[in-house]
């Protein structure tokens, strides 16, 4: 093997290694992404986000952690308070079941709405849609990791 | 037990980002335009230490492609294009490589907080491409020049084109509203496709529109992914609910099946009137695994795949062309010099390839002055690849789609809602579905269709299309902006400055 074919080789092995070196390079960045993303507390199934409330409480913009089970009405012992003129004292109750995110009246004088549909009894509620109790308008995201 | 509210992280959730960096920004930037008040630069440094390691590669790379072809000389037989072209390689890698750090520039001057490392992996892909474009004879194709000087000028649109998207898409609420609007934007394409398309070696797929011609079924993977996770986000509680059964099997509302039995009508459309197979699986498998990501239920995926065998069983029996790939996939070998040929000469050049290849500008000895594999830059790269850098580079190659992949799945975990989600799963798996069903034509591991290695094959409406998942992808990483931070002395720094406004 003369010199000029040796160095060839070593040039292709020097590419395959480089190739792989950014790979690893890669797969380390990937690797801490996933570790930081694993170390955030999990605690949270969901998030209400306030859109609007001319009432002032719950405050507009403000955002809810839920838990599997969220009541929400003008009742102090509510999950969520929720002081508003047309809301009842126990309005309504949002509860994750399985897979998916169910709101249910509780006997409200006003009614509850999705995407301003009308609840009666139990409804489905999913992710980016939009629940309406009184004047007040909230919106069901995921949780952010 | 009473939840208090947190503080807001506006952060992409569909809130106002507008209204967070406009009160931080008040005190300084009350002169400047709106436009520029809103340009934060924001440092990537895990993006530039990649692409610099990829410009470190694909400059080896480029090395020893133009030390194997200066020392084995101009040889006709090889298949080689002449030295001095071989050797144009080198400033069109720099341009390249130029262009991908102005990508990342561009956006670390837009400063927002989206994903680092697509960029990088997918630019990796590309400088390949470049590589083995060079390589081949230049006057395969192009419309621009040489073969490796029109690639470049369709790498640089497509760097432009997701650049662009990852900067300036903020809302899905286009992408969102008009779904019908895009079905039917879609469904027509295909039809004018039908229509006025141009037949190519027998595959009705090429639309020319004055001196452009163009494939529209790559633009048609990316409208039907933005369909699909629109549709299934929206039906997505109406379809997990199992109101009919089927004897054992529990159906969805019915009314709720009808877009799944249109898709596979429409797969089989595409089957028998463009004959173009690779779209036909490429679009069914994405919206399996839609379905299943929206739903979580394996009875819809049974049923999905038992309607893909009953498809494919009568179209094998009823239609010839899908017949011939299925017998020449099963035994190329039977008829190796002419309908067999392309599969058995890439089983080949993988044989030669071995575990570390023969080198870049060292593979391909052309028989007789003949290409050695037909079509060699659209549909058998990653063969072309899998001879020159061996069983260790094409798993590097594999390597590169599996972190596309991953980043697509990550950023749908990350996602603020089920759009979004659905999206960015769909995205990433049409080109990861596509890259393994043309590997694995290839590779006789599946039949072979003629579909392109995304970011490697030569074409323009390949990388357009798979430019502007990247760019999508891009712009729904967006992690929004950045939590302010909270300790005092900012803090009095701000009131300092915010003295005498209202």
């Given at each position: 093997m003369d010199a000029i074919t040796l160095s060839l080789w070593l040039l292709r092995i020097v590419f395959l290694v480089f190739l792989y070196l950014f790979l690893f390079a890669v797969v380390r960045v990937l690797v801490r992404d996933l570790r930081a993303a694993a170390r955030e507390p999990e605690a949270e199934?969901?998030?209400?986000?306030?859109?609007?409330?001319p009432g002032g409480e719950p405050l507009a913009g403000s955002v809810f952690p839920l838990d599997a089970i969220t009541s929400l009405g003008r009742d102090v012992n509510n999950t969520i308070l929720i002081d508003d003129r047309f809301a009842s004292s126990e309005h309504a109750i949002l509860t994750f079941r399985g897979r998916a995110w169910y709101v249910e009246d509780t006997g409200s004088t006003n009614g509850t709405y999705v995407n301003g549909e009308r609840v009666d009894g139990v409804a489905p509620i999913s992710y980016g849609e939009e629940l309406q109790i009184g004047q007040v308008r909230f919106r069901l995201e995921r949780s952010r990791r | 037990m009473t939840a208090r509210p947190q503080?807001?992280?506006?952060?992409?959730?569909?809130?106002?980002?507008?209204?967070?960096?406009?009160?931080?920004?008040?005190g300084t930037g009350a002169a400047l335009p709106a436009?520029?008040?809103?340009?934060?630069?924001?440092?990537?440094?895990?993006?530039?230490?990649?692409?610099?390691?990829?410009?470190?590669?694909?400059?080896?790379?480029?090395?020893?492609?133009?030390?194997?072809?200066?020392?084995?000389?101009?040889?006709?037989?090889?298949?080689?294009?002449?030295?001095?072209?071989?050797?144009?390689?080198?400033?069109?890698?720099?341009v390249y490589l130029g262009a991908l750090f102005i990508a990342h520039l561009?956006?670390?001057?837009?400063?927002?907080?989206?994903?680092?490392?697509?960029?990088?992996?997918?630019?990796?892909?590309?400088?390949?491409?470049?590589?083995?474009?060079?390589?081949?004879?230049?006057?395969?194709?192009?419309?621009?020049?040489?073969?490796?000087?029109?690639?470049?000028?369709?790498?640089?649109?497509?760097?432009?084109?997701?650049?662009?998207?990852?900067?300036v898409v903020r809302s899905d609420r286009w992408l969102r509203l008009y779904k019908y609007t895009w079905a039917a934007a879609g469904v027509g394409l295909l039809l004018l496709t039908f229509l006025f398309g141009r037949?190519?070696?027998?595959?009705?797929?090429?639309?020319?529109?004055?001196?452009?011609?163009?494939?529209?079924?790559?633009?048609?993977?990316?409208?039907?992914?933005?369909?699909?996770?629109?549709?299934?986000?929206?039906?997505?509680?109406?379809?997990?609910?199992?109101?009919?059964?089927?004897?054992?099997?529990?159906?969805?509302?019915?009314?709720?099946?009808?877009?799944?039995?249109?898709?596979?009508?429409?797969?089989?459309?595409?089957?028998?009137?463009?004959?173009?197979?690779?779209?036909?699986?490429?679009?069914?498998?994405?919206f399996l695994i839609l379905l299943y990501v929206a739903t979580a239920r394996v009875s819809y995926v049974a049923i999905g795949v038992v309607l893909f065998l009953v498809g494919s069983w009568v179209m094998y029996h009823l239609f010839g062309h899908v017949r011939e790939r299925v017998d020449i996939w099963i035994d190329p070998f039977s008829d190796p010099r002419d309908s067999g040929y392309q599969i058995v000469q890439s089983l080949y050049a993988f044989g030669r390839g071995g575990i570390l290849g023969t080198g870049l500008g060292n593979g391909l000895p052309a028989v007789g002055g003949r290409l050695p594999i037909p079509e060699i830059h659209t549909d058998f790269p990653f063969a072309a690849l899998g001879e020159e850098l061996g069983l260790i580079g094409v798993l590097a190659i594999l390597?590169?789609?599996?972190?596309?992949?991953?980043?697509?799945?990550?950023?749908?975990?990350?996602a603020a809602d089920d759009f979004r989600a659905l999206l960015a799963t769909g995205l990433s798996l049409?080109?990861?579905?596509?890259?393994?069903?043309?590997?694995?034509?290839?590779?006789?591991?599946?039949?072979?269709?003629?579909?392109?290695?995304p970011f490697v094959s030569y074409g323009g409406s390949s990388l357009l299309a798979n430019a502007a998942v990247v760019g999508l992808l891009l712009a729904l990483s967006d992690r929004g902006v950045e939590p302010p931070t909270p300790p005092r002395k900012a803090r009095r720094l701000a009131r300092l400055f915010d003295r005498g406004a209202p």
């Open positions: 199934l969901g998030r209400l986000f306030v859109i609007a409330s | 503080p807001v992280d506006a952060a992409g959730t569909g809130g106002s980002p507008g209204a967070t960096r406009s009160s931080s920004g008040a436009v520029l008040r809103a340009i934060r630069p924001r440092l990537r440094w895990r993006e530039l230490w990649l692409l610099v390691l990829v410009a470190a590669t694909l400059i080896v790379g480029a090395i020893s492609l133009n030390a194997t072809v200066v020392t084995r000389g101009a040889d006709p037989d090889l298949g080689l294009p002449s030295g001095a072209i071989a050797l144009h390689g080198g400033p069109l890698l720099l561009a956006q670390v001057v837009a400063g927002r907080r989206t994903d680092e490392v697509l960029l990088p992996a997918v630019g990796m892909l590309g400088g390949l491409s470049l590589l083995l474009m060079a390589r081949l004879p230049q006057d395969l194709a192009g419309q621009f020049g040489g073969l490796a000087q029109t690639q470049l000028v369709w790498l640089l649109i497509a760097l432009a084109l997701t650049t662009t998207a990852a900067i037949d190519v070696n027998g595959v009705r797929l090429t639309l020319d529109l004055g001196p452009v011609s163009g494939q529209p079924s790559e633009l048609l993977k990316v409208i039907l992914v933005i369909f699909l996770a629109a549709y299934l986000s929206e039906n997505r509680a109406l379809l997990v609910e199992q109101s009919s059964r089927l004897g054992p099997i529990r159906l969805p509302p019915l009314p709720y099946l009808a877009p799944m039995v249109a898709m596979w009508a429409l797969a089989l459309g595409i089957v028998v009137v463009q004959r173009d197979l690779g779209a036909a699986l490429l679009f069914f498998a994405v390597g590169l789609y599996l972190v596309v992949i991953e980043r697509g799945l990550r950023i749908a975990a990350a049409v080109v990861g579905v596509q890259a393994f069903i043309i590997a694995g034509g290839n590779l006789k591991l599946v039949p072979l269709t003629g579909i392109t290695l």
